[in-house]
């Protein structure tokens, strides 16, 4: 068999870890930054963020949510206000313990200024903005509350990996306060499925929505619900959660109400978040061994015009022709937004390479040759970098939002059908433990998939299964199979199904 | 006189900064909290910055400018780097030394794992920045490199005030570098003017632009530039600054790029950037006695549309004619956005008065008798409250893009007007002392303005106005008059005046 050259190596068959740190470093999407855990996010990768930013606002705005801004320190104290949220997070928190640093005699910069009370980088802000919902909330008219904001977030990390695993990441983190429980759960349900909408629409990823077991709780929260998401080395990834969180924020932070009848009532609290983690799972889902493939709806730029000119004489001409084609495709709407273009004017070879790399969904070769026959030359991301086409010029003009559209069908068809292939429902404890156990050990390839097996409900069992396979439940579907069964592990009777799989 | 009830109090005369937090408090812009020196934007507050955000996004990224995002910590050595730079930073940080809280015997928390080398939460980020600009410089063909990033900053302060100073604060800094100083100084001055631009036309507030002297250059830049704005205390309020930094951060980072000539040359690079602050500008230039008064163009809403319903009976009735009227207005555009429209359905008396407190240009009371005439009862913030008239619906809606453009114009004309009035070219030394001198120190009332004075150039002139009077020299403006003078202090020979204030 022949094996073709492909932009990227390691391929994700070879080493699937490592083509996603090059996947990332052929897109010019991001690099490590000298910060211990830190990243640093380039155009092309940041583009892409904020297109992702722009919808999910524009959504959750939709449903009455603000933005607003709260402080980026914690103070120790708050953070000690919920018990589990400080167990949760007390172990992986940038302090700040100093507010300066002084000269020492030999030239050398020491802290000063010690803090009376150490400040946390907040890793998440229920306890701060809890403080203020505990300023706003009087009476049952100021509920409910639904605040949402935009900022960065600090959990020291020792082994990282680029958008999945930062010690400091972006993301939104919404946070709603309620008069009722019933509301306060309804709009834990909305927010994740906006998400799910989100992920599917524009990231063209499918995802599996449910619950999620007691020990995979967000620490303080009564419930927390998640999309799961299948990545193409058939791992999980979470792609952003919701958490009921019952009255135990509002009671650690006194958000409290007088309501209709005049009585003192703590409030129901929800949070949810999704975080530059997305732009990981885009990677990893959709991008093959030329590099990065982006969804349409969020690529940081959907065509990119790639003038050819090999005679000195052609270039006006030929930069002319791709100009206003540029404008002319500017001109036109792509969902709401106008068609970003990029146009590559560079004197060298390689540049249709790069921009397959890049990811972006299509690149038009424009040489004197078509300009003669007003055509270009079209090579689509979601097909092979050989498989290229010439097109009328003004076909492709006119037909651009419907090939966009085919695109962003195709990945997620593909995204679908790649899930559905490696997703089984496993009866026996023996079954499901070679599902999980790659073939060779030394060589642990790609393997495994999602498995939906029973599960009695009982930690013990659940931590058998970390301990033995690093498998973890991912969720407990909403949907799907509602039958009986044994327990994968002790053959306890089980409800249905819930999700496994080993996960990022 | 009658002095007439206003609803913010004190006033700007009894006393004004207090008046600033008033105003503040009124509008529902922010808050303090209980973070030393942070404060908590609310959502009417945040929705100004959005909508700076993006005006002033959209004016970067037209120069060619695209986004990106640094690592919120710099690592002390990155810091020292710049010697001048370090000198003006170190003093004011917040410094990591910890990466996780341990629980003590009794039961509290304690920073534990101390870090090999404390980190700067980022002050600014010239030095994170030019380290990754280290590394995507290497030909003259990668310049210039033109990124901006929107974050959050941190600059410890004893004395803060919300907007103007606080601990952290969000921002723009964008960054570049280029092959020439020529280059480099065109974009300094580039972005100050389109700030200058921004400010005036967005704003409503006239600014002076000019270049600061040596002392109060940005610590290591070898030029500063600036916007100068005056408030309604007659004190100038910097309202952004575009650095040249010459080759001194290229040094320090090592940003070197091979030349056409294959010779290794360091890059020349800017820095610019507003902040937060510029919405303590809005307030400071514009609010009166009866509480904030928003521009239009970057108004939190344009449109208050307040329901008037006595009679239960009329409530369907009066809704269904606010809620189609709501729909009509969002439905037209203003200056590229949708009109945004507040629907305030309150059963409360009170509430065309929060909306003047909260001041959005325009407010529309609709009762029956109104609908009965197919007509709204209107206000308009840049007029008294008592004046309002009856405007029919039809009108109201067809004309409201040219009244917000009017009422946006009305704005910055009166601060044109007011600045006017306040600024005095100023040629003895007496006239100087006695322009800047409140009549009654035991009660500093508002005084002073703009003078515009002949300076000599010598440091020690302009610290012996500082020291004796806090008034500084905001800069030397590109504009006005040429002629020479007399130093205001010395009485040495000086080209130009230079302009004088006290400052925020």
């Known amino acids: 068999m022949k094996v073709e050259k492909t932009a990227v190596s390691p391929t994700r068959q070879e080493d699937y870890p490592e083509w996603y740190q090059q996947v990332i470093k052929a897109a010019d999407l991001a690099e490590n930054s000298p910060v211990r855990g830190c990243m640093v996010i380039k155009p092309w990768g940041y583009a892409l963020w904020e297109n992702i930013k722009n919808v999910l606002d524009g959504m959750f705005k939709e449903t009455g949510v603000k933005n607003a801004y709260f402080p980026l320190f914690i103070p120790k104290r708050f953070l000690e206000k919920e018990a589990q949220h400080v167990e949760g997070f007390a172990k992986e928190c940038a302090v700040v313990t100093h507010h300066r640093l002084e000269a020492t005699e030999d030239g050398g910069l020491v802290p000063a200024g010690p803090l009376d009370e150490p400040l946390i980088v907040r890793p998440t802000s229920e306890t701060i903005i809890g403080d203020s919902f505990s300023r706003w909330v009087a009476s049952h008219r100021d509920l409910p509350l639904l605040i949402n904001q935009w900022c960065n977030v600090v959990r020291w990390e020792m082994r990282t990996r680029m958008f999945m695993r930062t010690s400091e990441f972006l993301w939104q983190e919404g946070h709603t306060a309620h008069a009722t429980a019933q509301e306060a759960m309804e709009r834990t349900l909305q927010m994740l499925h906006i998400y799910g909408r989100f992920v599917e629409n524009y990231l063209a990823l499918p995802v599996i ?246 599960w009695c409900g009982n930690a013990r069992c659940e931590t058998k299964i970390k301990d033995d396979l690093s498998v973890t439940i991912r969720c407990i579907p909403f949907d799907g199979d509602k039958e009986g069964g044994p327990c994968i592990v002790c053959g306890q009777r089980s409800d249905k199904p819930v999700l496994f799989a080993k996960a990022y």
């Open 209 to 454: 929505q449910g619950e999620k077991s007691e020990s995979e709780r967000f620490p303080g929260a009564v419930n927390t619900y998640c999309l799961e998401a299948m990545m193409q080395d058939r791992k999980a990834l979470q792609a952003g959660t919701s958490h009921f969180l019952g009255q135990n924020f509002a009671k650690a932070s006194e958000i409290k109400y007088q309501s209709a009848e005049e009585k003192e009532e703590y409030a129901w609290t929800t949070s949810w978040g999704v975080s530059t983690r997305l732009i990981g799972a885009v990677i990893m889902a959709h991008s093959d061994d030329n590099g990065l493939v982006l969804p349409p709806k969020i690529a940081s730029a959907h065509v990119a015009l790639l003038p050819i000119v090999k005679k000195a004489d052609d270039r006006a001409m030929v930069m002319e022709f791709t100009q206003a084609m540029a404008r002319e495709l500017e001109g036109r709407k792509y969902h709401g937004q106008s068609i970003v273009v990029e146009v590559d004017d560079r004197d060298t070879g390689g540049k249709n390479w790069d921009w397959i790399k890049k990811g972006v969904p299509l690149r038009v070769e424009i040489g004197p040759r078509d300009i003669a026959q007003n055509a270009v030359f079209v090579g689509r991301r979601d097909r092979s970098p050989r498989e290229k086409e010439s097109v009328s010029r003004d076909v492709f003009v006119g037909s651009i939002v419907s090939v966009l559209d085919e695109i962003q069908q195709n990945l997620f068809n593909r995204a679908l059908d790649f899930r559905q292939e490696h997703t089984v429902a496993i009866g026996s404890r023996d079954d499901f433990y070679a599902f999980f156990t790659p073939k060779d050990q030394q060589k642990p390839e790609i393997h495994g998939g999602f498995a939906l097996s029973h």
